[in-house]
């Protein structure tokens, strides 16, 4: 058992599942998408990435790529959940809320694609 | 680069999860604990003012409590938070610190640094393998010479020595072993400027792998490696080293001339060496009976040599198994009397104290010079460290194979043509020798006599070629004089003449120089940078043929006219 390997695919698992509980529901009602489910999501994808720092091997590189995408969607949906909450006079729109769900599917995407590359991994590389 | 990259991230990890893990805890913290606007109405927290506060309580500490006062809930958690982050950030800086700190990194960071430094280097430079004796020696010659060079050493504190000896060029070195392929790699091995490569390292095995990497890479590149051992020497030469120096064969050879032609020597060794010997050293008797002090590698080197001219030798040793099979044999060390007056010392014209102990040797030759006076001394000295006392032994000659070595392999890489003086010159008598030792002593006397070759042609003397495409015939004489006034003579003169594969030793002034001819001078050093800009300049050589300033601007044509 290697235990770098166990503790990368809880968090990356846990991170799809975050991702996954948060993107559900209706695209623009706030009340299917719990904020704090959304901040669980961003820290454990960071998390992710940081357990693939400094990885040499091609498919943890990917993965750490994969991990990268995913950051980028959520910060950047988190940047605009705080324009819409804190600095826009019409608060958070319906559009807005909507482009921040969207960004946190685009997400899931990469997280999904981060999983079946660590599928792989564990298949091809059988110990 | 990659290396240290991947290193610096791996290490950095676990500190950067931590901080992270610290900071959503403190940040989820606020948002969860229920506050007070400043009406007294209840608030919480949202995450956008959470980050905000942690971030600059994390760093800071500072600003105080913002959007409105806290609660004592908040304030709690507040003060657990300041020394959470805190914490995360020493941790993470902390280990930031110590993995610059470790060797292993630091070296990684200057084997880099120096890789790139060799590979941005756009102007031809030799690779020396070994900064001892010799390789200081050559890498400070070469400095002088304006050639760059790029130094691998085993050990860190003669990097450390290379670093403070003040060359003027900047050399740069790296403390790593030259046996393994990416290390030489590293200092240029592949570089299309890399002209040379010298291994002199004390192992004959590492200078054997440097000599095949290199051979084996770049089959034309000049390899130059010293050795200590026949086999080896035998092994370099099947691959086709350029140069093999060994340090006692050589020696050996430069003290047999010294006793069988002793102005032929001085010419060698004024030639050679940059401390020359002065002339007067030569009027000593060389020629008789010789003793030969310790027969080991040097002493058996010295007796192949001196056999070969018919020098009568006495051979001295305490081994007796090591005399078996010579002639003239005593046994003992020399360091008595007794032994030495056996060898017959009275009637001995030199001795050489050739031991592998440097105690032993120094009281070999005050011993002999106590018993006979006149004796040529020579003395082998084995430990860099005794330079002093021998410095002040007064012995003729002090066998360091180091600076041997080193003034071998200057000659070869400063001009080719030189070793081919060297080889011709040898077939000639001693009388030749002595002329032309007279004649170098009156333009150079004290000084170091340098020597340097030009080759008439449009790249190294485009002067020369433009004047004589213009029908002006171009003299020896034309360019041993002093540009700036055409009367005096520059200090030196012409040691060698090559033209189509023949060659004239001592030509006469009044050669006509062709393209295509090689010419080897001797003189001092300023006089080879004067020539320099005859051979290169037009308008001067123009001066040094007619004794006219040659006007080329069109006003002054025009002037000239009228």
Redesign the interface.
């Known amino acids: 058992m290697n235990r770098e390997k166990v503790i990368y695919a809880f968090f990356i698992v846990l991170a799809l599942t975050m991702n996954f509980g948060f993107f559900i529901g209706d695209i623009d009602d706030p009340a299917h998408h719990n904020?704090?489910e959304f901040?669980a999501a961003i820290?454990v994808s960071?998390?992710c990435t940081?357990?693939k720092?400094?990885d040499?091997t091609h498919l943890g590189a990917l993965m750490m790529a994969t991990s990268l995408v995913a950051d980028m969607q959520l910060v950047i949906a988190?940047l605009i959940w705080?324009y819409g909450?804190?600095l826009s006079a019409n608060g958070v729109t319906n559009e807005m809320f909507s482009s921040v769900v969207s960004m946190s599917g685009g997400a899931l995407l990469a997280n999904i694609v981060s999983v079946i590359l660590l599928m792989v991994e564990t298949i091809v590389v059988r110990r | 680069m990659n290396d240290i990259f991947?290193?610096?991230?791996?290490?950095?990890?676990h500190p950067?999860?931590t901080l992270?893990?610290i900071y959503?805890i403190s940040?989820?913290g606020f948002?969860m604990i229920p506050g007070q606007d400043d009406q007294g109405n209840p608030w919480r927290m949202?995450?956008?003012h959470a980050i905000y506060f942690v971030s600059f309580m994390g760093s800071t500490i500072g600003f105080g409590e913002i959007p409105y006062a806290f609660t004592a809930a908040q304030r709690a958690w507040t003060l657990v938070t300041i020394y959470g982050t805190v914490i995360a950030w020493l941790y993470c800086i902390g280990s930031l610190l110590s993995l610059f700190q470790e060797p292993v990194f630091r070296r990684m960071l200057r084997s880099r640094s120096f890789a790139n430094e060799v590979k941005r280097f756009n102007e031809p430079f030799y690779l020396v393998c070994g900064y001892g004796i010799t390789g200081s020696a050559i890498v400070e010659k070469l400095c002088d010479r304006g050639v760059r060079s790029v130094v691998i050493d085993i050990d860190q504190e003669r990097i450390d020595e290379l670093e403070i000896n003040g060359l003027v060029l900047r050399v740069p070195g790296l403390c790593a072993d030259a046996s393994l392929p990416e290390v030489l790699d590293d200092a240029g091995l592949q570089h299309p400027d890399c002209i040379g490569v010298l291994a002199l390292t004390n192992d004959d095995n590492v200078n054997l792998s440097i000599s095949i990497a290199s051979k084996l890479l770049q089959p034309k590149r000049i390899v130059v490696s010293r050795t200590e051992s026949e086999v080896n020497a035998r092994n370099l030469a099947s691959f086709g080293t350029d140069h093999i120096i060994d340090p006692f064969k050589d020696y050996a050879e430069y003290l047999s001339l010294a006793a069988h032609a002793p102005y032929m020597h001085l010419v060698y060794d004024w030639l050679v060496n940059p401390f020359h010997r002065p002339l007067s050293s030569a009027y000593k008797k060389a020629s008789g009976r010789w003793i030969i002090c310790g027969l080991g590698r040097f002493g058996k080197a010295l007796y192949r040599e001196f056999a070969k001219h018919d020098v009568e030798i006495v051979l001295l040793d305490d081994n007796v198994l090591q005399l078996q099979g010579y002639p003239n044999t005593v046994k003992g060390l020399g360091t008595e009397a007794a032994t030495l007056q056996m060898a017959g010392i009275h009637e001995a014209v030199g001795i050489i104290a050739g031991t592998d102990n440097d105690a032993d040797n120094l009281s070999i030759m005050m011993t002999a010079r106590e018993l006979n006076p006149k004796l040529i001394t020579v003395v082998r000295q084995n430990l860099n460290s005794n330079t002093l006392i021998y410095q002040h032994s007064k012995a003729d000659f002090i066998m360091e194979p180091g600076r041997i070595i080193a003034n071998r392999i200057l000659v070869k890489l400063k001009t080719p043509l030189l070793s081919v003086f060297i080889a011709q010159m040898k077939q000639q008598d001693d009388v030749w020798a002595h002329t032309l030792l007279n004649r170098m002593s009156s333009v150079a006397s004290d000084e170091e006599l340098d020597s340097w070759s030009i080759t008439v042609g449009p790249v190294m003397t485009p002067a020369i070629c433009a004047i004589t495409a213009e029908g002006i015939e171009v003299k020896l004489s034309n360019l041993m004089k002093d540009p700036r006034h055409r009367k005096t003579q520059l200090p030196c003169f012409p040691l060698m003449f090559r033209r189509d594969g023949e060659i004239k030793l001592l030509p006469g002034e009044l050669m006509v120089l062709q393209e295509g001819d090689e010419v080897l001078f001797c003189g001092l050093a300023e006089a080879s940078n004067q020539m320099s800009w005859s051979i290169n300049n037009y308008n001067i050589l123009f001066y040094l043929q007619t004794g006219e300033e040659p006007s080329h601007n069109l006003l002054a044509k025009l002037l000239k006219r009228i």
């Open positions: 904020v704090y901040f820290v960071i998390i940081m357990l720092f400094g040499r988190a705080g909450a804190q | 991947y290193l610096m991230l791996r290490r950095l990890r950067l999860i992270i893990v959503s940040i989820l948002v949202d995450f956008f």
